[in-house]
Structure formats: C-alpha cells, structure tokens
C-alpha cells in the first residue's frame, strides 16, 4: 500500500512569514514528486515537481527532497493571504504515470 | 496551451439514475487519461486509469460495472456512473497526461464535475 503522509493542519502564518509544509512517502521506488495547491471547490493546480535529491527553487516556491528520509517539502516564501489554500503533496512511483495523493494540509495567511 | 475540460461542471440527479461526465483534452492528444474522486475535507482518490483504445484500469475498491470508462479518442474520455446513490455524491476530476510528452511527469487536471444525488 502506497501511502503519502501530511499534517492536515490547519497551518496558520502571518503575511510575508515562511509557510513549511511536509509530507512523507512510504514506497522507496516513488520516482517524482510533486506539490498542487487546491482552492475550495476548485481542482489541483500544480506548483512544482521534483525528482532529485536537494532543493528546487520557483520564484516564492521551494521544494525539498531527501529520498533516504523519504521526506518531501514546500517553503512558500513572503506568504500572501492568496496563498491560503490546501496543499496536496503527490508521488509518483515506478514507470506508472499514476499519482497517489496526500490528504492535504489546509494553510491560513493571515493578512 | 493544455488545457483540459470537464462537461457538466455540475450535475443534480434523482438516484437511480445514470449520469455521464466528458473530460476533453483541448489541445492536445492525451494518449492516457486519469480519473479521481475526492469527498469532502478528504483528498484525491484515483479511481482509475484509461487509454485510448483500450479498457480502463481500475484501482482497488472501485466497481467497474458502476463507474463505466470510455476512451475512444485521444482527446475525449467519459465516466458514467451508473445507478447513481447519494453516496457516489462527489467531486469527480479528471487528468490528462499528453502523447509524445518529453517529461512523463506532465499532466494536466480538468476543473472537476460536482456530482450530487438526491
């Protein structure tokens, strides 16, 4: 059973704070990783992916990954009450292109 | 450019009934196509995996004589569901991975059909 781990939260920060959300895989052959923010009553829209070891930078965005801890992270940078949303963490595993998601964690930015 | 849509964005039944939810690929050709349900407060489960052509796969738990998959194109897959129940009340939102894509990792979700029975 693949199973990917996140605190649900409800995470709160104060505007222009740093928001660090974590997530944890159980399947050691994941391949790539990813992290999608979903608004309410919205579908997933996707930040980034990675699939090497260390870190990846888009603009306010930061993903971590350390595969031997099997441990994913996002920073979002200078937090904005429009990044209050859920973040879902994703796994793929294998050759599949399937994703097997997290349960979400919910994040406040208060203004 | 890739943009993928999902008709009906809702949907109200009287259960019993059948209702049928498109996902199109607008774009470009998605040689497969991913289906997830989500409930309230809860995240996305996959419930199955269609390529064109061919039959769906379905994951564990998900019944196949219930949820009736069709990919007959490149750029169109349907999900009937079947018999509707209060219970199938969900948010239904597909995913389309491009043909020919460089990166396996790309796909690109649809804006999600609420389904609600009555």
């Known amino acids: 059973q693949k199973e990917v781990e996140q605190n649900s939260g409800p995470l709160s920060v104060p505007e222009g704070a740093i928001a660090s959300l974590n997530c944890t895989y159980s399947d050691r052959g994941s391949q790539s990783f990813f992290w999608y923010r979903q608004y309410s009553g919205k579908s997933p829209e996707l930040i980034m992916f990675i699939y090497s070891n260390g870190d990846k930078e888009d603009g306010r965005f930061t993903a971590q990954l350390n595969k031997a801890s099997q441990y994913v992270s996002l920073l979002i940078r200078d937090s904005q009450p429009s990044d209050s949303a859920t973040y879902l963490c994703?796994?793929?595993?294998?050759?599949?292109?399937?994703?097997?998601f997290g349960s979400g964690t919910q994040l406040t930015v208060l203004p | 450019g890739a943009v993928v849509s999902q008709h009906p964005s809702w949907v109200i039944c009287k259960s019993g009934t059948s209702v049928k939810i498109e996902c199109r690929s607008l774009?470009?050709?998605?040689?497969?196509m991913f289906w997830y349900r989500q409930f309230p407060k809860q995240s996305l489960m996959l419930m199955a995996t269609s390529n064109e052509g061919s039959k769906a796969t379905y994951e564990q738990g998900v019944e196949k004589d219930k949820f009736l998959i069709n990919h007959a194109s490149l750029t169109l897959s349907t999900l009937t569901v079947t018999s509707a129940h209060p219970e199938d009340s969900s948010f239904y939102i597909c995913s389309a991975a491009p043909r020919g894509s460089r990166s396996y990792n790309e796909q690109f979700f649809g804006p999600g059909t609420r389904l609600t029975v009555l």
């Open positions: 774009d470009f050709q998605a040689t497969t």
């Open positions: 994703a796994v793929r595993s294998g050759s599949a292109r399937q994703l097997t």
